[in-house]
């Protein structure tokens, strides 16, 4: 086998070649159904590579049956996801994988905002700038340079190597779904989201609702005969927020940084009333509500659900005129991999090779497409990847160089780790 310095000489010696496409990734806006030039760059790298390279549409037709489907309002047809197969080539026995990672980006908000324009690429400071740099183009060129670099040191893997570059994720995970539905899969899949290289195998869900709270309009000096729908909102606004307290005071896991943020229930707008003077008539609160691991997304909607009517029959009015819960838009379940399984650790082991130090194992608060393969494909999976989730979104969004370069040392190595065969 080659060695590991071997490995990290190879992904020094690629540096140049790797930052300059990953720039050029950046430089390529893709926005939510806009994602083709971005993936054209993309096939056309892995073509190089000498990748099996399939051009794989999503389309809504071929994914509205499945249960994790939904429509994320952008063209139902025609968006393209690249799948690259480095194809087993030794015949000892190894372990199949996935790298995955998205495209798609989210808009840059305010350009004022941003010291240099969104899609700039720019480098400073050991710094790679730009919407999509860290969540996350820098994690998808680790995983196609760590597979290059293998290439140039004549590996030959006892089982196959795939590298999914997906749209959609930001707006609901299509483009994961769609490889899923179309029949690619592995032992193992490593989603090269942004997590500063912590390996991060759980991961809690969101759900998002709209809640309606009837009242009684009347004029405001008449308020004893009318029922204020902002009063009653509050009622169910406490209900909530206790509903939140409590499912994090009886969840514990050890994974999470913060015990009391795990699967948040936040409240994110409100509106209700039309005038000063006049009872309000009805409140419309939306927000999200938060999946607990293990917890399916049919027990998170029916706690939320539970909470508002045990609030409601304690209220006449409410008790006569119940509030409603609709769930609409994303509906992103949580997902996990258990820690004892071989790809947390041999990826636990990769990583204290190349940066001689152990890796942290963390749960994330968000929702990403591994659900889709834990859940929904059965495969172990998790997160991996260079960047702060916390810039993600933002402006000035960034990712630092040196991690990028990390991760893909990590990779190569976790990946001859894992799909064994030999370097001729
Ligand atoms: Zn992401």
């Not at 300059?20 to 390529?28: I, M, P």
């Not at 994690?139 to 670099?149: K, N, S």
Request: aromatic residues 6%.
């Amino acid at each position: 086998m080659t060695s590991i310095p071997d490995i990290s000489a190879a992904v020094e010696a690629a540096r140049e070649d790797l930052i300059s496409f990953l720039q050029k990734l950046v430089q390529a806006p893709s926005l939510p159904d806009h994602e083709q030039p971005a993936q054209d760059l993309v096939a056309q790298k892995l073509k190089q590579m000498e990748l099996e390279t399939e051009i794989v549409p999503s389309r809504f037709e071929d994914l509205k049956h499945h249960p994790a489907f939904g429509d994320d309002g952008f063209s139902p047809t025609g968006r393209i996801n690249v799948v690259g197969r480095l194809r087993r080539t030794h015949t000892g026995e190894g372990r199949s994988i996935i790298l995955n990672g998205h495209v798609d980006v989210v808009p840059p908000g305010d350009p004022a905002l941003w010291v240099d324009p969104p899609w700039s690429g720019v480098i400073r400071d050991g710094r790679l700038y730009g919407r999509g740099s860290c969540d996350m183009k820098a994690g998808l060129c680790a995983g196609i340079f760590a597979v290059e670099v293998l290439g140039r040191l004549g590996y030959r893997p006892a089982g196959d190597i795939l590298i999914e570059s997906v749209i959609g994720e930001e707006s609901g995970g299509i483009g994961t779904l769609t490889t899923i539905v179309k029949g690619y899969a592995a032992d193992a899949v490593v989603l090269l989201e942004p997590t500063r290289l912590e390996i991060c195998p759980v991961q809690s869900g969101a759900l998002t609702f709209r809640l309606t709270v009837p009242g009684r309009s009347i004029h405001a000096a008449m308020k004893p005969l009318g029922v204020s729908a902002i009063e009653k909102f509050v009622l169910l606004l406490n209900a909530i927020t206790t509903l939140n307290a409590e499912r994090h005071r009886t969840f514990k896991h050890p994974l999470y940084d913060d015990p009391n943020n795990i699967a948040p229930i936040s409240i994110g707008t409100v509106q209700g009333g039309e005038w000063h003077s006049t009872v309000p008539e009805e409140v419309i609160a939306e927000g999200r509500m938060g999946v607990l691991p293990g917890e399916s997304t049919q027990a998170a909607r029916e706690a939320l659900e539970g909470a508002v009517r045990h609030a409601a029959g304690s209220d006449p009015w409410l008790r006569e005129h119940p509030p409603r819960v609709e769930w609409f838009e994303g509906q992103f379940e949580s997902g996990e991999t258990p820690l004892d399984h071989p790809l947390i650790q041999e990826l636990q082991t990769a990583h204290q090779k190349i940066l001689a130090s152990p890796a942290t194992l963390r749960a994330v608060t968000y929702g990403s497409d591994m659900r889709l393969f834990t859940n929904h494909a059965k495969m172990a999976a998790t997160h991996y990847g260079p960047g702060d989730v916390s810039l993600a979104h933002a402006a000035n969004e960034f990712v630092p160089i040196e991690e990028v370069i990390a991760a893909t040392k990590v990779m190569a190595h976790m990946l001859t780790r894992w799909c064994g065969g030999e370097f001729i």
